[in-house]
């Protein structure tokens, strides 16, 4: 008899490493969980130190394999999925960090970026190229930073002596010693010409990074490198690797054109699939590239929240008025939000604003106004965002939506799921494994190495849990959306 043969899934996320061990029915068989620490040198700041990362990372795949009581010669292969535009550089030599890895929330860079959005020609280039915005969010003008501040940096870089990736690139240079990244965490640096599927010069001279930095670039499913013996007493090979939003689209099976997720982690992320085209956004979204395989490539739309569950986490350890997120569920299904609107803009907003500048906000305060209201508004805050997103969507597409699939953490309550079903008048389907990140990077290494034929075959395991039927007048709907727009209108950046 075939010894049976599983899929680790390391899912590398901002405030948290997570490994997963998948079987070939796509069920999770082990599970690790490690959070480390979030470093704040300044307000809008963010970074992480690379070699935590690399550290929780590896312990939790250990400590997977061990909950999954398998040996790990029955790994056939290892997927990655990583948050997202994340920048560390290290030395090519010793594999030491040249500096702290800048986080995507990081706004340090928003005055530069906002001097290259307020040239029209630089602006369009940069969009037209990477279907992406000049925003302090995406990699390359972190990049510029690090070589700009760190002393010597820039002088080794141009002599060929540093290297520069995102999260899945340094995790899988500490795997395997192979410097590459895949397609879709390429297309959001800033630096990658999304049409012709490359480096961009014009690109790396606007921001002034020499080549010889950046990794190669493969697609998303297929073999990347086989993982060191040393580190799991065996080879195994590396072979899907897609940022965490794309990996989710792909772990929710979303894989006809017009299908949807929305993700509610640290921040939210819709991403629509466009199919073989680039949609254009004409309403604040970004075109990227969904995932690719051999010569196929696959796009998307996307809207990005920056702040989403990570208000939860806001209400836990700042206020300290919860201790779970669980128990915020519970407060917010007791009360409503009593007029108040909680605007978690603590790094900016993203899609559709696109203010860098913005900053979190409270209002409709009032004597009476109690806990209960501030935790309900703050879970609210989470369904208007994706509200907006979805919105701006199918403003862009014509399409109407039916059905949203929806992942992540913050897709465990009711309250965010009923309310976002209410704003968009559209069904909300949870699966049964929230865990469609670290599931969708399983299914690309699975997809690597053989161990599924096909997408048909993969869409056949995905299972509904409990989908969410809209369930709120159009009046009651209107007063909510008309409290969050003023809300939005008090926010964003006066000048």
Known sequence: MNEKRYILALDQGTTSSRSIIFDSDGSMKGIAQMEFPQIYPQPGWVEHDPKEIWYSQYETAKQAIQNAEINPSQIAAIGITNQRETTILWDKQTGEPVFNAIVWQCRRTSDFCAALASDPAVSSMITEKTGLKPDAYFSATKIRWILD???????????????????????????????????????????????????????????????????????????????????????????????????????????????????????????????SNPVTSKNGLVTTVAWSRGDKVTYALEGSVFIGGAVLQWLRDELKIITSAPEADIIAASAD??????????????????????????????????????????????AFQTNDLLTAMQEDTGVPFTVLKVDGGASRSDVILQLQADLLKASVDRPVNTETTAQGAAFMAGLGVGL?????????????????????????????????????????YKG
């Open 337 to 382: 939000n009593g007029g108040v609107y909680v605007v978690p803009a603590f790094t900016g907003l993203g899609a559709p604003y696109w203010d860098m500048y913005a900053r979190g906000t409270i209002t409709g305060l009032t004597r009476g106004t109690s806990r209960a209201n501030i935790i309900r508004a703050a879970l609210e805050s989470i």
């Open 452 to 492: 599924w034929k096909d997408e048909a075959e993969i869409a056949a395991m995905r299972r509904s849990a409990k989908t969410f039927a809209p369930n709120m007048d159009d009046a009651a709907r209107t007063a909510l959306l008309n409290g969050w727009k003023t809300a939005i209108g008090q926010t964003l």
């Open 149 to 275: 501040h760190v002393p010597g940096v820039r002088e080794r870089a141009e002599r060929g002596e540093i290297l520069f990736g995102t999260v899945d690139c340094y995790l899988l240079w500490q795997l395997t010693g192979v410097h590459a990244t895949d397609t879709t965490n390429a297309s959001r640096t800033l630096l990658y010409n999304i049409h012709t599927m490359d480096w961009d010069e014009d690109l790396l001279d606007l921001f002034a990074i020499p080549r010889s930095i950046l990794p190669e670039v493969k697609p998303s499913i297929g073999f990347f490198g086989n993982a060191k013996i040393e580190l799991f007493g065996c080879q195994i090979p590396v072979s899907g690797i897609a940022g965490d939003q794309h990996a989710a689209l792909f772990g929710q099976a979303c894989f006809g054109e017009g299908d949807a997720k929305n993700t509610y982690g640290t921040g939210c992320f819709l991403m629509l699939n466009t199919g």
